[in-house]
Structure formats: structure tokens, C-alpha cells
């Protein structure tokens, strides 16, 4: 298996990664059932390579989140959280990893599967790939809903990763078992302001 960095290069020396994950939530142990279903990559634990990716994310979701206390007059205030996690990239070796080295078109069939399906299924341990992400949106929701033609039809991915701009797209690492998860080496939690 290569390991790439975000910026699709490959690893050199260093078998040690550093991962973010973002979140409104504060816990003490990864719980990869608490993910929420029909992501990229499936239910389960997402972190980026990238620190601003995780924290544009917390903040997302803290505005979501004060959006809906709003509607109901809670004037709670979200705190947003950032999670760094260290990971063994040696480790990985034992487990059953999927990597796509870029957006394309079995990319594109991975994510359609898994955010459309009532119960996407697959049996990765760690899914490793570009991040479908919110610049991406409105093309991905083109795309299912079939402005592009079949969504499975190859011109239709075509259009999906050409208006996407693939190359482009942040690293995420999906965690989908607990073995997986419980494999993140803890190094910081902090609020986001």
C-alpha cells in the first residue's frame, strides 16, 4: 500500500502522520457507530490531513447546530472542537485498507454508493482518499440527481469530476471499525474560537 500525502505525494522517511478531525462534540474515546451515516467513505470516524480542513468543519457544524437552537429560541452557544490524533501509517499493514490515489471514476462509484444507499456496506477498516467536501455539494447532488445523465454512465463522471476540480480535493482517512479507530495515538484537543 502507498500512502500519499494530501498533496498527492508519497511519504518519504517518516511512517508517522499527523491527523485533525473537527467536531461539536467533546469525548474522551473514538466511537466509529456515533459517525453519521451516508458519508464519502461510510459510517464511521473521519479525520483530514489537513488542521484548516478540520476546523472549517467544526465551525460548519457549530453554525448548524446554533442554527437549529435558534429555531426552538435556545440561545446555547456550540463550542467547536479540534482533534489532533498521530497514526502509524506500519499499522495500517494488518488491516483491510482501501486507497484511492485520486478523484475518479471508481472514487466517484465509491462515494455514490455510500451516500446514497440505505445501508452502504463495505468492509475497510480505513478508506483513505480525496474528501468529497462542501465546494463539491451542489455538483455531487447534480450528479445523483441525474443532471449529468446516469450517474453510473461514464460521461456523467466525466462531468462530476471535471466540475469538481479533482485534483484539488483535500486527503481525508476514514476509520470504520473500532480496531482501526483504537490505532489513533491521541495527541490534543482544543476549542476552536
Do not use: C
Not at 5 to 18: C, Q, S, V
Not at 77 to 89: G, H, M, N, R, S
Not at 122 to 134: E, R
Amino acid at each position: 500500500m502507498t500512502i500519499r500525502r494530501g498533496d498527492g505525494t508519497a511519504l518519504n522517511n517518516t511512517n508517522i502522520i499527523t491527523l485533525y478531525h473537527g467536531s461539536i462534540y467533546d469525548f474522551n474515546k473514538i466511537d466509529v457507530a456515533r459517525g453519521k451515516p451516508n458519508k464519502d467513505f461510510g459510517h464511521g470516524f473521519y479525520t483530514s490531513r489537513t488542521e484548516q480542513q478540520a476546523v472549517n468543519l467544526a465551525k460548519r457544524n457549530r453554525q448548524i447546530e446554533q442554527n437549529r437552537l435558534a429555531l426552538i429560541s435556545d440561545k446555547t452557544q456550540v463550542p467547536a472542537w479540534l482533534y489532533v490524533y498521530e497514526f502509524d501509517l506500519l499499522k495500517a499493514d494488518a488491516l483491510n485498507v482501501k486507497e484511492f490515489k485520486q478523484a475518479d471514476f471508481d472514487w466517484v462509484d465509491f462515494i455514490v454508493e455510500n451516500r446514497t444507499s440505505p445501508n452502504p456496506q463495505n468492509d475497510y477498516d480505513i478508506v483513505i482518499g480525496p474528501t468529497a467536501n462542501d465546494d463539491t455539494l451542489i455538483t455531487i447532488s447534480a450528479l445523483l440527481n441525474r443532471t449529468y445523465g446516469d450517474p453510473e454512465s461514464i460521461r456523467a463522471k466525466e462531468l462530476f469530476l471535471e466540475f469538481i476540480s479533482a485534483d484539488s480535493l483535500p486527503y481525508q482517512t476514514f476509520f470504520g471499525t473500532a480496531k482501526a479507530a483504537s490505532l489513533l495515538a491521541f495527541k490534543d484537543r482544543r476549542i476552536i474560537p
